[in-house]
């Protein structure tokens, strides 16, 4: 499976910056975006802002099995970098 990066920069509540990869099966921007903030919902940070500002499209790659089993199961990965 190729799967599609976005490497996102967020802003959280306490100020800090959350720096994590959206992880898709399909190359699409807008779907990408709303995965960010469905994940974001779900540790505390609902109502950051995502845009194309902070969610970018990075590269297209193979995905390791765990990542595609993800993929498969909720639409996308959420590779956490720094400051999740």
Do not use: R
């Amino acid at each position: 499976m190729d799967i599609h990066v976005y490497d996102t920069y967020v802003k959280a509540k306490d100020g800090h910056t959350m720096h994590f990869d959206v992880i898709t099966d399909k190359q699409d921007h807008d779907q990408a975006i709303a995965f960010a903030k469905e994940w974001l919902a779900t540790v505390g940070e609902e109502g950051a802002t995502v845009t194309g500002e902070e969610c970018q499209f990075c590269h297209t790659q193979g995905a390791p099995e765990p990542v595609e089993n993800e993929i498969k199961e909720k639409g996308y990965f959420i590779q956490k970098m720094e400051g999740c």
